[in-house]
C-alpha cells in the first residue's frame, strides 16, 4: 500500500508552524512556549503564538540530534534519570542546534503540571534561562473521577491566567474571543476522534504508529483553521482506504494497543517489525489523551478546566484500567503491550499492576517492553523484539 499523502502534507503543515512562529517573531507578535496539556486556547485569544518544546524534543530524537542534546544538558549538572524531552530541549536552548533551523525565543512561558510535574521545573527553568515570565496552570492529581471541586480550583486559575496573559502582551482575553477559539478546538478533537476510530475497521487502514506522527499538529495548533482542514483531510483519504478494504498492515494476523509515548529513537524499525510480523498497532493511550469532549464554547472557562484537569496523565492506574478495557473492546484487539519510559515516569508507574488489572478486566494478555521517548541509549531494539515475538505468537494463536 502506498503512503498516506497526507504525510507530505503533515510536513509542509509542521514547517509553515515553524514559520509562522518566525514570522510572528519578525512583526513583534508575542510567543510563548507552552506544555502540550496547557490551555493553548487562552494564548490563541490573546493573539499569541504557541510553540511545543514537547514536539520539538520528538522531532530532534527522530532525526537522531536526542543523544548529542541530551549530553549537552547532563554536562550542565542534569542528571541522565531525568525527562529525556528536559534534556534534548535544554540542550537545544544552549547550543541553539535543531532540525527545525532555529528556536523562536519565547516572550513567556506557560505550563500545565495535568501531564507531569516534571513540565513545571522544565518550563520554569526555561523562562530563567530567557529571562521571561512563567504561568502555571496548577490541576489537582485524582485517583478517582474528577470532582466539581477539581474543576472550580482549575476554573479559578484559569480566568486568572487569562489576565495574567493579556497583561503581559497587553490585549483582553473575552469570552467570545475564547468562545470562538474553542469551537475550533472541539471540532478539530472530534475529527482528531474520528481519524483515529477509523483503525477500529478490519483491516485497520491506520496504526497508532501513524497516529504518533499525525497527532502533531492536535497538540501544536488545535483552536486553529488550519489544524481542522488538515485532520478533514486526513480522514477523508483514511475513509477512502477503509471503503476499498486497504490495510495498513496486510494480512493483520492480530491487533493490539499501546500504551505511553512513542519509542522516537526507533519509531520506524518497530513500525516495519509489527508490518512484519503482520500485527496491527490499532490503538493507543497517548495520542488521544487530547480527544477530549468536554469542551463548551457556552462556558468556555469551566468547560476549559474540565478538560485539562481530565487529561489521562492525571489520574491513577484505576482509570488506565478502565481505559485500556474500553480500548481493547472498541478496536477488537487480542492483547496489549505498556511501554516501561525510563524518562516518563509519571507514564510509567504502577504497569504491573495496570497489566494486572486490565487483564482481569478484558481477559486479555499484556507485555511489558522497556524503552525511553527520546534517549537511543536506554533503548535496545533487540530487547523490545525478542519480548515481542513470543507475545504476538500467543495472541495470533486464538485468531
Same mark, same amino acid.
Given at each position: 500500500?502506498?503512503?498516506?499523502?497526507?504525510?507530505?502534507?503533515?510536513?509542509?503543515?509542521?514547517?509553515?508552524?515553524?514559520?509562522?512562529?518566525?514570522?510572528?517573531?519578525?512583526?513583534?507578535?508575542?510567543?510563548?512556549?507552552?506544555?502540550?496539556? =496547557?490551555?493553548?486556547?487562552?494564548?490563541?485569544?490573546?493573539?499569541?503564538?504557541?510553540?511545543?518544546?514537547?514536539?520539538?524534543?520528538?522531532?530532534?530524537?527522530?532525526?537522531?540530534?536526542?543523544?548529542?542534546?541530551?549530553?549537552?544538558?547532563?554536562?550542565?549538572?542534569?542528571?541522565?534519570?531525568?525527562?529525556?524531552?528536559?534534556?534534548?530541549?535544554?540542550?537545544?536552548?544552549?547550543?541553539?542546534?535543531?532540525?527545525?533551523?532555529?528556536?523562536?525565543?519565547? %516572550?513567556?512561558?506557560?505550563?500545565?503540571?495535568?501531564?507531569?510535574?516534571?513540565?513545571?521545573?522544565?518550563?520554569?527553568?526555561?523562562?530563567?534561562?530567557?529571562?521571561?515570565?512563567?504561568?502555571?496552570?496548577?490541576?489537582?492529581?485524582?485517583?478517582?473521577?474528577?470532582?466539581?471541586?477539581?474543576?472550580?480550583?482549575?476554573?479559578?486559575?484559569?480566568?486568572?491566567?487569562?489576565? %495574567?496573559?493579556?497583561?503581559?502582551?497587553? +490585549?483582553?482575553?473575552?469570552?467570545?474571543?475564547?468562545?470562538?477559539?474553542?469551537?475550533?478546538?472541539?471540532?478539530?478533537?472530534?475529527?482528531?476522534?474520528?481519524?483515529?476510530?477509523?483503525?477500529?475497521?478490519?483491516?485497520?487502514?491506520?496504526?497508532?504508529? %501513524?497516529?504518533?506522527?499525525?497527532?502533531?499538529?492536535?497538540? $501544536?495548533?488545535? =483552536?486553529?483553521?488550519?489544524?481542522?482542514?488538515?485532520?478533514?483531510?486526513?480522514?477523508?483519504?483514511?475513509?477512502?482506504?477503509?471503503?476499498?478494504?486497504?490495510?495498513?498492515?496486510?494480512?493483520?494476523?492480530?491487533?493490539?494497543?499501546?500504551?505511553?509515548?512513542?519509542?522516537?529513537?526507533?519509531?520506524?524499525?518497530?513500525?516495519?517489525?509489527?508490518?512484519?510480523?503482520?500485527?496491527?498497532?490499532?490503538?493507543? +493511550?497517548?495520542?488521544?489523551?487530547? $480527544?477530549?469532549?468536554?469542551?463548551?464554547?457556552?462556558?468556555? +472557562?469551566?468547560?476549559?478546566?474540565?478538560?485539562?484537569?481530565?487529561?489521562?496523565?492525571?489520574?491513577?492506574?484505576?482509570?488506565?484500567?478502565?481505559?485500556?478495557?474500553?480500548?481493547?473492546?472498541?478496536?477488537?484487539?487480542?492483547?496489549?503491550?505498556?511501554?516501561?519510559?525510563? $524518562?516518563?515516569?509519571?507514564?510509567?508507574? =504502577?504497569?504491573?499492576?495496570?497489566?494486572? =488489572?486490565?487483564?482481569?478486566?478484558?481477559?486479555?494478555?499484556?507485555?511489558?517492553?522497556?524503552?525511553?521517548?527520546?534517549?537511543?541509549?536506554?533503548?535496545?531494539?533487540?530487547?523490545?523484539? $525478542?519480548?515481542?515475538?513470543?507475545?504476538?505468537?500467543?495472541?495470533?494463536?486464538?485468531?
Amino acid at each position: 500500500m502506498k503512503p498516506l499523502e497526507s504525510n507530505v502534507r503533515l510536513v509542509k503543515t509542521i514547517r509553515n508552524q515553524v514559520l509562522f512562529t518566525r514570522f510572528a517573531k519578525a512583526i513583534h507578535k508575542p510567543v510563548a512556549w507552552i506544555t502540550s496539556g =496547557g490551555p493553548v486556547e487562552v494564548l490563541l485569544a490573546a493573539g499569541v503564538v504557541p510553540f511545543y518544546p514537547e514536539n520539538h524534543a520528538a522531532i530532534c530524537s527522530a532525526r537522531g540530534m536526542a543523544e548529542d542534546l541530551s549530553g549537552v544538558a547532563e554536562q550542565d549538572r542534569y542528571s541522565r534519570d531525568l525527562c529525556s524531552y528536559f534534556r534534548v530541549d535544554y540542550g537545544a536552548a544552549l547550543t541553539g542546534k535543531t532540525p527545525l533551523g532555529k528556536m523562536v525565543r519565547p %516572550d513567556l512561558i506557560v505550563a500545565s503540571n495535568n501531564i507531569c510535574g516534571t513540565v513545571q521545573n522544565w518550563f520554569k527553568i526555561t523562562a530563567e534561562h530567557f529571562g521571561v515570565p512563567f504561568l502555571l496552570l496548577d490541576t489537582p492529581f485524582s485517583d478517582g473521577e474528577t470532582t466539581d471541586g477539581d474543576v472550580t480550583y482549575v476554573r479559578d486559575q484559569l480566568v486568572q491566567l487569562a489576565k %495574567d496573559v493579556g497583561k503581559i502582551v497587553g +490585549t483582553n482575553v473575552t469570552e467570545k474571543k475564547l468562545s470562538e477559539v474553542l469551537l475550533r478546538s472541539k471540532e478539530a478533537l472530534l475529527l482528531w476522534r474520528d481519524v483515529r476510530m477509523t483503525a477500529a475497521s478490519r483491516p485497520a487502514p491506520f496504526t497508532s504508529f %501513524d497516529a504518533f506522527v499525525h497527532m502533531a499538529p492536535i497538540v $501544536s495548533m488545535r =483552536g486553529t483553521r488550519r489544524v481542522i482542514r488538515y485532520y478533514q483531510k486526513l480522514l477523508a483519504e483514511l475513509k477512502q482506504r477503509q471503503a476499498a478494504g486497504e490495510a495498513a498492515v496486510p494480512g493483520e494476523r492480530a491487533r493490539v494497543v499501546w500504551d505511553n509515548i512513542a519509542i522516537w529513537p526507533v519509531h520506524r524499525q518497530l513500525k516495519k517489525f509489527f508490518k512484519q510480523q503482520k500485527i496491527a498497532l490499532v490503538a493507543d +493511550t497517548y495520542t488521544g489523551a487530547w $480527544s477530549t469532549e468536554h469542551l463548551d464554547a457556552s462556558d468556555p +472557562t469551566w468547560s476549559m478546566a474540565r478538560s485539562y484537569t481530565d487529561i489521562i496523565l492525571n489520574h491513577g492506574a484505576e482509570h488506565r484500567v478502565k481505559l485500556l478495557t474500553k480500548m481493547l473492546g472498541e478496536y477488537d484487539a487480542q492483547g496489549f503491550i505498556l511501554h516501561s519510559n525510563r $524518562s516518563c515516569k509519571r507514564y510509567s508507574l =504502577g504497569q504491573y499492576v495496570v497489566r494486572k =488489572g486490565v487483564t482481569a478486566a478484558a481477559g486479555k494478555p499484556g507485555v511489558i517492553v522497556e524503552g525511553d521517548m527520546a534517549d537511543p541509549r536506554s533503548v535496545n531494539f533487540e530487547s523490545i523484539t $525478542s519480548r515481542l515475538v513470543p507475545f504476538f505468537e500467543m495472541i495470533s494463536e486464538g485468531t
